[in-house]
């Protein structure tokens, strides 16, 4: 299901796609205010595949089973909600909007996949079970979100990367197994580092000796 894309010769590697572009045959729009629910979605193995996609505010998207694609739910809205999917995608499981709450989904990635990608604010990201190899299970570049509960297994990837002037956000009782670095805070230079980040509570196995908890 495709709405209102220009990429016409993609279409079909597309799952469901939200779409604010226009065409010749119809105008854009941002598409809000609808709900995926149920559906079972397998897509193509290709950069352009974005299994399903959200462009819009107030959608929620719940019960799915998601496989293939490049990534699995990606909400480009507001005020989205992403609920008790499962997700399989080949380079991000779910990228997330502004306002969005991601909360009990399972997602199983490839290798060099990342679990959920926060780029936006005041996000809510609770409830998952991950479980990747060598990319950040949840990869934040943003403020204000709200991080907590989550069940992160992988072997050489960051459980937690925080980058970028990520600041203000609470990580909390999150689970964290991994061979690498369980919370990762990243500096991109002297001015562009993460801040005023709170950690509480989080249970943090490293079993390789020469690895850190917290960086």
Same mark, same amino acid.
């Given at each position: 299901i495709i709405v209102q894309t220009p990429y016409n010769k993609y279409i079909s590697l597309n799952g469901i796609y939200f779409s604010v572009y226009g065409t010749r045959l119809i105008d854009g729009g941002i598409c809000n205010n609808n709900i995926i629910s149920h559906n079972t979605i397998k897509g193509y193995?290709?950069?352009w595949c974005y299994t399903i996609q959200m462009m819009g505010n107030n959608n929620l998207a719940i019960?799915?089973?998601v496989s293939g694609g490049s990534i699995g739910i990606s909400s480009a809205g507001t005020n989205n909600q992403i609920?008790?999917?499962?997700i399989h995608a080949t380079e991000t499981g779910i990228s997330a909007g502004t306002q969005n709450k991601?909360?009990?989904n399972i997602i199983n990635?490839?290798?060099?996949?990342i679990g959920i990608s926060a780029s936006s604010n005041n996000c809510t990201i609770k409830n998952n079970t991950i479980t990747t190899t060598n990319r950040p299970w949840i990869s934040v570049s943003s403020s204000n979100n709200l991080i907590e509960n989550n069940i992160i297994t992988t072997?050489?990837?960051?459980?937690?990367? @925080?980058?970028?002037? $990520? *600041?203000?956000?609470?990580?909390?009782?999150?689970? @964290?197994?991994?061979? $690498? *670095?369980?919370?990762?805070?990243?500096?991109q230079s002297i001015k562009n580092k993460p801040t005023n980040n709170t950690l509480i509570n989080n249970n943090i196995d490293t079993t390789s000796l020469d690895r850190k908890s917290v960086v």
């Open positions: 193995d290709s950069v019960n799915n089973t609920i008790n999917n499962t991601i909360i009990g990635l490839n290798d060099n996949a072997q050489t990837g960051y459980g937690i990367s @925080i980058e970028k002037s $990520s *600041t203000n956000n609470n990580i909390s009782n999150n689970t @964290i197994n991994t061979q $690498s *670095t369980g919370i990762f805070f990243k500096q």
